[in-house]
């Protein structure tokens, strides 16, 4: 049995979590990974070893995910505003042995649209005022990472995760 492997980026208030658990529930024999598990800390401390221990979570979980036969479809969502970490977990992985295909997906939205979800989350006490500067400044990044763009300004996030599945293998 061919695998398939997703990896889903996208800024910060984009739709990525709401959009693989539609992808999740669509896909046959699935399971799903919000990157941001492995990394639910209070206080959110950002240094280069809480990055590397992040990482090492992510791949962790993947892995186990990738070589356990219950399992066809894959799916990590998390930022992933670099190819560097793209790269990295793939690196990291059993790709090649568990006959994994890999599809990279990044979610992106208009600029106005991204800050109106933002606001709604800055409102309902979910996300610090930061968050929208963070987001648009990392959306541009999203352009360059030669992964399938997926634009879901206009689009619910069952429309999105259809046209993810739709497009698959």
């Not at 979570?57 to 892995?63: G, Q, V, Y």
Request: aromatic share 6%.
């Amino acid at each position: 049995m061919t695998k398939t492997l997703y990896l889903i980026g996208g800024p910060m208030g984009v739709g990525k979590t709401t959009v693989c658990r539609e992808l999740n529930r669509m896909l046959p024999a699935s399971v799903m990974l919000d990157g941001d598990w492995c990394w639910c800390a209070d206080p959110f401390q950002v240094t280069e070893e809480t990055k590397r221990m992040v990482l090492d979570n992510i791949c962790h979980l993947l892995s186990n995910f990738l070589c356990c036969g219950a399992y066809e479809n894959v799916i990590l969502c998390w930022v992933m505003h670099e190819r560097t970490i793209i790269d990295e977990i793939l690196g990291r992985l059993p790709i090649e042995e568990c006959d994994a295909d890999v599809r990279t997906v990044s979610l992106v939205a208009h600029e106005d649209e991204l800050c109106h979800r933002i606001e709604g989350d800055v409102r309902a006490g979910t996300r610090d005022e930061g968050a929208v500067a963070r987001s648009l400044s990392y959306l541009p990044r999203y352009r360059d990472l030669g992964t399938e763009l997926v634009d879901t300004t206009s689009l619910t996030p069952r429309e999105v995760a259809a046209r993810i599945a739709k497009t698959r293998g």
